[in-house]
C-alpha cells in the first residue's frame, strides 16, 4: 500500500542556496498540500495544491513556492534559504480540494547551516 | 483571526486511567475539526473527525461550540496511546490549522 511519499528524507543546505523538495501523492488523490513543522511546534500550512492550480497559500514570504504537475505529484522550493527555514516539510494528499481526510508522508528534514 | 489552542505541551497519565486532551479554537462559522495522532517513527494519521462522530481506538470528541472546545477523551488509558496528539481546524483554501500539540505519556 503505497502512502504518500516524500523525498529527499533529510537534506542540509547552506544559507543562500535553493532547495527542492518532491512529494508524490496516493494514486487518484488530486490534492497536495505542503507544511512546515518547526520543532515544539505544529505543522504550519504552506500550500495546497489541486487539479495542478493553487488553491490555498499560508503566511509564508515569496521565497516559497510550489507546483503540481500533470500526474498529481508536487515540488516546494525554496529560495535563498534562512537559517530559520530548518524545519520538518510534510507533504499531505487527499482525494478532493475540501475538508477531506489529508494523509500525510514522513517528511523531508531540512537543515540550514 | 483563526486559531487552535492546546494548552498542555505534556500530559502525563498512569495505565487504566481517563485521558482528557484539551483543545479549543477560534472560528467564525461552522468548524470542521479533526484530531491527529503521530506515534514515535510514524507519519502524522487521522484519528477522528467530528462529522464522523465515530469513536477510534476508544478515543471520542465532541464539539461544543458554546466553548468552542473540541477535546479528545478516552476512559482508560493504553500504553500504546502514548504519542503527540494534534488538533486540527479546516480552513477554506484546504488549509489545516493545527494546535501546537499535546504529549500523550501513559506510563506502566
Known amino acids: 500500500d503505497a502512502g504518500v511519499t516524500q523525498s529527499p528524507t533529510h537534506l542540509i543546505k547552506t544559507r543562500g542556496q535553493q532547495v527542492t523538495l518532491r512529494c508524490s501523492p496516493i494514486?487518484?488523490?488530486?490534492?497536495v498540500s505542503w507544511y512546515q513543522q518547526v520543532l515544539g511546534q505544529g505543522p504550519q500550512f504552506i500550500f495546497q495544491?489541486?487539479?495542478?492550480?493553487?488553491?490555498g497559500r499560508g503566511n509564508f514570504p515569496d521565497r516559497f513556492s510550489a507546483r503540481q504537475f500533470p500526474n498529481y505529484s508536487s515540488e516546494l522550493n525554496v529560495n535563498a534559504l534562512l537559517l530559520g527555514d530548518s524545519a520538518l516539510y510534510l507533504c499531505?494528499?487527499?482525494f478532493g480540494g475540501g475538508g477531506t481526510e489529508a494523509f500525510f508522508g514522513q517528511g523531508t528534514r531540512l537543515t540550514v547551516v | 483571526a483563526q486559531r487552535v489552542t492546546q494548552p498542555e505541551k505534556l500530559l502525563s497519565v498512569f495505565k487504566g486511567a481517563p485521558v482528557e486532551l484539551k483543545c479549543n479554537y477560534s472560528?467564525?462559522?461552522?468548524?470542521?475539526l479533526f484530531w491527529y495522532v503521530q506515534y514515535s517513527r510514524q507519519r502524522l494519521q487521522l484519528l477522528l473527525r467530528?462529522?464522523s462522530r465515530e469513536s477510534i481506538k476508544g478515543f471520542t470528541a465532541d464539539l461544543n461550540k458554546g466553548e468552542t472546545s473540541f477535546h479528545l477523551k478516552k476512559p482508560f488509558a493504553q500504553e500504546e496511546d502514548s504519542a503527540m496528539y494534534y488538533c486540527?481546524?479546516?480552513?477554506?483554501?484546504?488549509?489545516?490549522?493545527f494546535g501546537q500539540g499535546t504529549e500523550l505519556s501513559v506510563k506502566p
Open positions: 486540527a481546524l479546516y480552513n477554506q483554501g484546504g488549509k489545516l490549522i
Open positions: 499531505a494528499s487527499s
Open positions: 467530528h462529522i
Open positions: 472560528y467564525s462559522g461552522s468548524p470542521e
Open positions: 495544491y489541486y487539479e495542478k492550480e493553487e488553491r
Open positions: 494514486s487518484g488523490h488530486k490534492s
